[in-house]
Structure formats: structure tokens, C-alpha cells
């Protein structure tokens, strides 16, 4: 396979076999890689304001019917409430529709197993108005040309629906869409590997970020849940394997890993980044990505989701299978929020080094973002509104 042809799901079918619990693309990786990484450092002492934001609800939610609304609404009363954080205010909600392929998935629909359910989206909207909130933005980078609207509409939400509600505005963030010029938005710690990046208007434009994600492993990154959901914001225009072009619909090959894509300058790419294992990478840019536009509320559709993976194009590095947690896990940080989340999965510390799963085969993110000051992933200092982890603890593998 080319260079210049490979993309995420491409590199990852690559590694079809499997050695030792290692997949393939990961046997051939230089053996500093695999060292055993030290202990992670000693939780910080959180600020005033991360100590505040460190609850976190989890409220039991088994199916997609009409009791999605009422969790969401029990999520929020245990937080004390969304009104002040919304109201008149512009919400601008992340969706996850990676691959934009719904054609259904291990015998489910895609809301069911890997992608956002329309019915999550529903009930969250509805809240946000309930709450005061003047306009709500939809939000994806998708691998279409189509605007975000007309992609939903195919996959059958109702979009009246969701429109009759208020002013809500969707948007297709993987070029400019409908705006005129890119935001450069600087990570405030200076950056792991990027010291800003250039994201579609629609996420600077915005009063509130709330990130909508499902309660997923992943390849490279371990989980993928409120915090790697905004790895998706950076526009396939500037940061894909098509970059260059407003017309850019391919993946984030160049991210994952610069080779073959040495033609591409990454916007806000610190100097001297050499390290081209996306299992160093991916998680670093992650924990940049949320210093440079932090996410305001967190949402992990723990309803029913899958395990093993992040979406079909694992299948062949992983054992994909459907989950029923039957939770909805809500807060109003990202970091801690993604920690209970983790830990809901089976895994027992969130802060794990690398070596131990759920980032056996890569960096820990979480712990990233705790030593960028973005929030906390110790689970002592995260204040657990609602079910308590143990009652619904739901072993991923």
C-alpha cells in the first residue's frame, strides 16, 4: 500500500493479524514503545474551579424510548441544573457519526453500536431549549460533501423534529462551511505537539461546547469517549490526507502519522515533532484538542454501545462486541467525566500508565490532559452524583 493512500481505517485493517495480544502494526514498532512506563505522577491539587466541576452523574437509562429525556433531565438536576450554563446562550453540540456509514452494525443500527442515536439527540435538544438556551449548532466533520442536515436526513432522524424545537443550526465542520475564514484557537498550556489549531468558525463561535460521544474502546487511543469524540473537530480540509483542498472529504492520516503526508503542513505543528507512532501521537493531540476548545459538558451514551473498538473497520485488529451498560453518564468536565466513564467500563484506574489496559498499546490521554490542568482523571477527587460506579460497572475487557 502506497503512503500516500493510507488513512486511519486502511492503517488499521493493515494490522489484521494478531501475535501475543499484540495486533501486527504494533509488533513492528520500535521496542521503546513497549518499555514499561513509569508510574504516573502524583494527582495535582485541583484549582477552585476544576474542583467545582468535578461531578460527574451516572442515571440508568436501558432503552431509547421516551425515558432518554428523563435521564437527561435527572443528569442535569444532579448536577444542579444546566439553566445558568445555557441559557441565551449558543450550544454547540458535537456529534459522533465517524465514517458516516449507517448501514447497521453487528445485527444493530449504528446508534445502537458506534455512532450517536438520534434519540440521545432529541432529548438533549429538547433539555437545551427547556433550559433557555437561545440557538443550538449540530456539529460533525463528516466524510461527505453533503451539508450535516441532508447526511442526518438520510439516515432517517427527523429533522423537523428537532427543528420545530427552536433555532437550531446544523453544521458539516470538515472545511469552512458557512464561513469565510478558519478560527485559530491556541492551546493555553502551550501544547504537547500543537500550540494551536485552525477549526471551523462554528467552534469559536459558541457560548458552550457540549460533546456527545458513545462509551467505546479504541485502537489507538484506548477509550474513546467525551475527549476524543473533539479529535473529529479538526477539518478535513487543513488536517486530512486530502489537505489543501475545501473539497477534502478523506481522513486524518497526517495526524496519526506524518509519513507519506510530508507534503502537508499541520497547522499549528510545533517544531521538532518527530515521533510519527500514532500510539504517542493520537493521545497528545487529543489532550491539545481540549486545552484549545474545552468541552463544557460532557456526554457519554452509555445506553448500549460496543466494546473492543471504536467501528467496524476495527473488526480485524479486535473483537468488536455490542454492550448494554444502560447508563448515561453526564458532567461538566471533560476529563473527569471520561475517568468515570473508564472506570464504568471495568477498567480500575483511569490514570493507568501506559502498559495497562485500557492503554496497554498506547499513552494514557487522560492522564495528558490532568498534567495539561484540564481537569482531573483521579477518581478520589471526582464527586459521583447518582449510581455509584460499582452498581453499574459493566466490564468491557
Known sequence: MKPESMNRRKFLRCGAAMAAGVPLW??????????????????KPLTTSLRSNAKVAIVECRTYGPEVRA???????????????????????????????????LGRPVGETFMTHEATVQALTAELFAAGARRVRLV?????????????????????????MGRLEFENTRNLGEGTSYSRLKVPSGGFMFSAFDFNRAYEETDVMV??????????????????????????ALYGDQAGSEEATAGRGPLHNPR???????????????????????????????GARPIDLAI???????????????????????????VLIVGLNGVATDAVGTAVMGYDNPRAARGTKPFHFCDNHLLLAEQAD????????????????????????
Open 300 to 326: 457519554i451514551d452509555g445506553i448500549t454501545s460496543m466494546s473492543g473498538g471504536e467501528g467496524p473497520w476495527c473488526g480485524q485488529v479486535a473483537k468488536l462486541k455490542v454492550t448494554t451498560p444502560g
Open 26 to 43: 504494533l509488533r513492528h514498532a520500535t521496542p521503546a514503545l513497549f518499555a514499561a512506563q513509569a508510574e504516573p505522577p502524583a494527582a
Open 71 to 105: 435521564a437527561f433531565g435527572k443528569s442535569f438536576d444532579l448536577l444542579g441544573g444546566i439553566g445558568s450554563l445555557v441559557k441565551n446562550k449558543t450550544v454547540t453540540v458535537k456529534l459522533n457519526l465517524t465514517a458516516t456509514d449507517f448501514s447497521p452494525f
Open 211 to 236: 460533546s456527545l460521544c458513545k462509551l467505546k474502546n479504541h485502537i489507538t487511543a484506548g477509550v474513546t469517549l467525551s475527549m476524543k469524540n473533539l479529535f473529529g473537530i479538526t477539518p478535513n
Open 260 to 290: 507519506g503526508f510530508e507534503h502537508i503542513k499541520l497547522p499549528g505543528l510545533k517544531d521538532g515533532v518527530t515521533q510519527t507512532d500514532p500510539t504517542w501521537r493520537v493521545p497528545r493531540i487529543i489532550a491539545d484538542i481540549c
Open 140 to 164: 460533525e466533520s463528516t466524510q461527505s460533501k453533503a451539508r450535516l442536515r441532508s447526511t442526518l436526513a438520510l439516515a432517517d432522524w427527523d429533522v423537523n423534529a428537532l427543528e420545530a
Open 374 to 397: 484540564l481537569g482531573t482523571a483521579d477518581l478520589s477527587q471526582i464527586e459521583v452524583r447518582g449510581l455509584a460506579i460499582e452498581k453499574v460497572r459493566y466490564p468491557y475487557g
